[in-house]
């Protein structure tokens, strides 16, 4: 069971153009929906992160879309580089009895050509 | 400099055969976790730790085993590796042991493990 739905599974820009990366999710007990970005041979690593009760947030060229009425959060990001080509991870977490579980999507392996 | 720490980092054995990857944190974070990231499915959760000697399952725990005898060392052990827990493994720790989930988790640079 899939908690987390992410879209695409790979994405090819070409430099400059803008990156979209959607995901959806199911329990609205959730309270905290992070992106990670992944390079090879690396861990995943914090990107950007927001919270339910905002509907963007921006930092620099990344920019999360949050509709919680949908259930839906995505990921821009503008002017792509040939440097942002990475495997992407939305995820979700809620506090409580739940307290740092990440619950991740499928990943997203994006391409920047120059 | 701060860092979660991983060895081995590439590991192939053989079905059967007791193994362990270690986690190390020098940033004393209560909370450690294990993932495995598996192609298509992301990365599932395996084992957390709030804090020393508080261990619970998360979504996938079967045949693996972890202690948190220190702070800073969170172990996964697989007792008797099968070829299905071939998988990239990556530790992850957290600051901090309130129940505000919003806190970044960092992970180390993964263990790949082949089970022949």
């Known amino acids: 069971q899939q908690q987390v739905k992410q879209s695409p599974q790979s994405l090819i820009v070409q430099k400059g153009g803008i990156s979209i990366i959607n995901c959806a999710y199911e329990?609205?007990?959730?309270?905290?929906f992070p992106w990670y970005q992944q390079f090879p041979g690396k861990g995943p690593a914090l990107l950007i992160a927001i919270r339910p009760d905002v509907s963007e947030k921006k930092e620099g060229r990344f920019t999360i879309s949050f509709n919680k009425s949908a259930k839906q959060f995505s990921l821009h990001i503008m002017d792509s580089q040939p440097g942002d080509s990475a495997t992407y991870f939305c995820?979700?977490?809620?506090?409580?009895?739940?307290?740092?579980?990440?619950?991740f999507g499928q990943g997203t392996i994006l391409t920047v050509h120059p | 400099e701060a860092q979660v720490t991983q060895n081995p980092r590439y590991l192939i054995t053989v079905t059967g055969k007791k193994l362990t990857v270690t986690c190390s944190q020098n940033m004393n974070h209560e909370y450690m976790s294990w993932y495995r990231q598996d192609p298509g499915l992301g990365l599932r959760q395996i084992y957390y730790s709030m804090n020393v000697e508080v261990t619970d399952k998360g979504d996938v725990p079967e045949g693996y085993k972890v202690s948190r005898k220190e702070k800073r060392n969170f172990p996964l052990i697989l007792e008797s590796p099968s070829p299905n827990q071939t998988s990239l493994y990556f530790c992850?720790?957290?600051?901090?042991?309130?129940?505000?989930?919003?806190?970044?988790?960092?992970f180390g640079d993964g263990t790949r493990l082949s089970i022949l």
């Open positions: 329990n609205t007990a959730f309270d905290y």
């Open positions: 995820a979700a977490s809620r506090g409580g009895t739940s307290y740092g579980k990440l619950t």
């Open positions: 992850a720790s957290k600051p901090g042991h309130s129940k505000i989930s919003n806190q970044p988790q960092h």
